[in-house]
Every structure is written in C-alpha cells, then in structure tokens.
Nanobody
Framework: QVQLQESGPGLVKPSQTLSLTCTVS??????????WAWIRQPPGKGLEWMGA???????NYNPSLKSRTSISRDTSKNQFTLQLSSVTPEDTAVYYC???????????WGQGTQVTVSS
C-alpha cells in the first residue's frame, strides 16, 4: 500500500517561500511510469494541479504557476518537495501530494496540509 504524507509549515508570511515535503512509503518514487504531483485547493474553490516530477526526474509545471514553482526530489529519502515563491494570501490552500499513474489519474493521495499565508 502506497502512502504519502505532506509536511511543512502551516503559516507563511506574504512574499516568502512556501516549502513542503512529501514522504512516500510503500513504493519508490523512481518506479517506472509513475509521476508524483502537487495539487492544492484554496478555500471554496476547486482542485488545482501545480506540477509533477516523473520517475525519470522530468518535471512539468502548471503554466500559470511555473514562474513561482519549483519541484525537486531526494531519491535517497524517497521524498519530493514543493517550493512556491513570493506567496500572497491567494496561495492559502490545502496542499496535497499524490501519485499519478502516468495517465493523469491520481490513485494515491496524502491527507493534505493546510497552509495559510498571512502576516
């Protein structure tokens, strides 16, 4: 059973960088075909796909967030990370990490972590 767990600060100040880590257990992030994604849901809004890192290390970003987003991984720890720079209160959301089967189907999700941007 694959499990994902997000971790990081729950409160970030405006203009700072939001950093989250997703720790994966029960499966390797380098296993062929899988991609590892970040998704967020602002209050009262729908889910927004932010980007993903493939098993190969290739990264794809949502074009609307690309200039502020960086995704990386640490294969030795089986973790992948999200950094979102220059945050504003509009970046307040529940942030999720998830596994993408490679066909834009997200089959395993973390429980989500609330991040609030406020001074």
């Amino acid at each position: 059973q694959v499990q994902l767990q997000e971790s990081g600060p729950g409160l970030v100040k405006p203009s700072q960088t939001l950093s989250l880590t997703c720790t994966v257990s029960g499966g390797s992030i380098t296993t062929n075909t899988y991609h590892w994604a970040w998704i967020r849901q602002p209050p009262g809004k729908g889910l927004e796909w932010m980007g993903a890192i493939a098993y190969s290390g290739r990264i794809n970003y949502n074009p609307s967030l690309k200039s502020r987003t960086s995704i990386s991984r640490d294969t030795s720890k089986n973790q992948f990370t999200l950094q979102l720079s220059s945050v504003t209160p509009e970046d307040t959301a529940v942030y999720y990490c998830a596994r993408d089967t490679g066909s834009f189907y997200l089959d395993y999700w973390g429980q989500g972590t609330q991040v609030t941007v406020s001074s």
